[in-house]
């Protein structure tokens, strides 16, 4: 795994937006940690600002966004702009949650490396981020 191997992945869970629903997003971290991820949780009600600057204070490799309330199309593209324009283009940005196949070309497009739907397991959620997770360079 080369440079990594030293440390954990470091990876951000993120609710954008006024979506009230968070189990999925609590599942997930928690199954992130038992897997070997370090893993920071923003809680509900981020906005793209504050995820972003989350991910600069934490030094994070990943933002993993999970969205329920079908604001998809324009929270997720902001926050990969925001990355882009504060110096973290290089970190991995994946959603999950309820979002249109038909919305996934555009996502991917504006920078979300993966949209993970209803029934993604946890394992392959692991393997997809260590398998396309960047070292960060600790600059």
Known sequence: MGPMSDRPIK??????????????????ARGLRDEGFEVVYTGLRQTPDMIVTAALQEDVDTVGLS??????MTLLPRICELLRERGLGDVLV????????????????????????????????AAFLRENVRPRDAA
């Open 11 to 28: 990876v951000l869970i993120a609710k954008p937006g006024l979506d009230g629903h968070d189990r999925g997003a609590k599942v997930l």
């Open 67 to 72: 969205i329920l309330s079908g604001a998809h």
């Open 94 to 125: 994946t959603a999950g949650g309820i979002i249109p196949d038909e919305d996934v070309p555009r996502l991917r497009d504006a920078g979300v490396a993966a949209v993970f739907g209803p029934g993604t397991t946890i394992g392959e959620v």
